[in-house]
């Protein structure tokens, strides 16, 4: 049964189910873009969102494994400008991480590091000081050796 599908301006489109098995899929005849939510034999679930040629462009899978959005993705904006683009403030429990652990931000304590090459480059305390080459500065500005 076809079920009005709301785009941007009306329901001018139409959503309609297929039901087989572990799965339902739709397809929306304008633009002709299709999702599909199934399940495996042990209830692992899945979404999948497909472009007009029906590649996937979006997959969540329910295991926890093999999760993808391709193109840009926006928090806080319907135009995102590059593969993550956040308008707003991101709160980080503790750390960046640049391709490994061996170049990093993160927070030790109450202080915020800043790792390169494996090893901690600069340091800024929660009381204010900053250690360049030492992860113990005790003055405003420190110098490790």
């Known amino acids: 049964m076809p079920i009005p599908f ?18 339902i899929e739709g ?4 633009p002709n873009q299709s999702f599909k939510l199934e399940s495996d034999a042990s209830g ?6 497909a472009n007009t040629s029906g590649v996937s462009q979006v997959f969540f899978n329910g295991a926890g494994s093999d999760n993808y959005i391709l193109g840009n993705v926006g928090i806080g904006t319907i135009t ?3 593969k993550l683009d956040v308008q707003g403030t991101i709160l980080v429990n503790n750390e960046i991480q640049f391709v490994d652990s061996n170049m990093r931000i993160f927070r030790s304590s109450n202080d915020m ?5 494996g090893s901690d480059k600069v340091t800024i305390e929660s009381g204010g000081n900053v250690g360049i080459g030492t992860t113990s500065p005790n003055t405003a500005l420190s110098f490790g050796t």
Do not use: D, E, H, M
């Open 6 to 23: 709301l785009n941007k301006t009306s329901y001018s489109s139409t959503l309609t189910l297929n039901g087989s098995g572990n799965y």
């Open 27 to 30: 397809v929306n005849s304008i």
């Open 44 to 49: 692992n679930g899945a979404l999948t969102l």
């Open 80 to 82: 995102p400008g590059a």
């Open 113 to 117: 590091r800043f790792r390169t090459g």
